[in-house]
């Protein structure tokens, strides 16, 4: 009896866990960007992965920081980086602040740094962290149900924090990194420009 309830508690976990799939016909644009990228992926970026890529990415939910929701479905028609990150893990205070300045630097219209707090606290540790590091030009999001992470680790693309994704104007992910990255740096930013069509 008890091994049956613990395979129906598995099964209501695995459906509540946002939907990622293979995106034979969602991201038909994908596989291009993702070829004009992959000579980019070196320096200061070189462990970004594009194998197993695209993947269509529309469903993965989140909150914002006044508690409503948003996904990646919402922001359709822009580049996203998608930064999974917590204020106890070193690596990801570390990229904080060049995350910040990446966002500052390429963000607007067809980019968005969307960092998302992993924090059980959450929104209150993470806002407290952005106002500690004067991180003004990002916008507080988390993970309420801390499904992301299990997610795409089912998925292969997250081993470790932080975990990054690069996601197409489509809402296909393109490439994704286990760990951190100094992503203010110059080929940081000509990857993502390659990708929103701006060279």
């Not at 976990?13 to 992926?41: E, N, Q, T």
């Not at 070189?46 to 993965?60: F, N, T, V, W, Y």
């Not at 067809?110 to 960092?115: C, I, K, R, S, Y």
């Not at 916008?139 to 924090?161: S, V, W």
Request: charged share 25%.
């Amino acid at each position: 009896m008890k091994q049956w309830a613990s395979k129906v508690l598995l099964m209501m976990g695995m459906l509540m866990l946002p939907a990622v799939g293979w995106a034979a016909d969602a991201c038909p644009a994908s596989k291009a960007r993702i070829d004009s990228i992959d000579p980019l992926i070196k320096g200061a970026i070189a462990a970004l992965q594009i194998s197993g890529h695209p993947r269509d990415m529309s469903g993965l939910s989140f909150k914002r920081e006044d508690g409503s929701d948003v996904s990646v479905a919402d922001f359709e028609g822009k580049v996203l980086l998608l930064n999974l990150w917590a204020t106890w893990c070193a690596p990801c205070r570390h990229e904080m602040p060049d995350l910040n300045a990446l966002q500052a630097s390429v963000g607007g219209d067809d980019f968005e740094v969307v960092t998302i707090s992993l924090d059980r606290k959450a929104p209150a540790k993470a806002r407290e962290f952005f106002d500690a590091f004067k991180l003004n030009d990002l916008e507080l999001f988390y993970d309420e149900g801390m499904a992301l992470f299990p997610t795409l680790r089912k998925q292969g693309m997250a081993f470790g924090m932080p975990t990054t994704l690069i996601i197409d104007q489509d809402g296909c992910s393109l490439a994704h990194m286990s760990g951190s990255a100094p992503w203010a740096d110059e080929q940081a930013k000509l990857m993502i420009r390659d990708v929103i069509g701006k060279q």
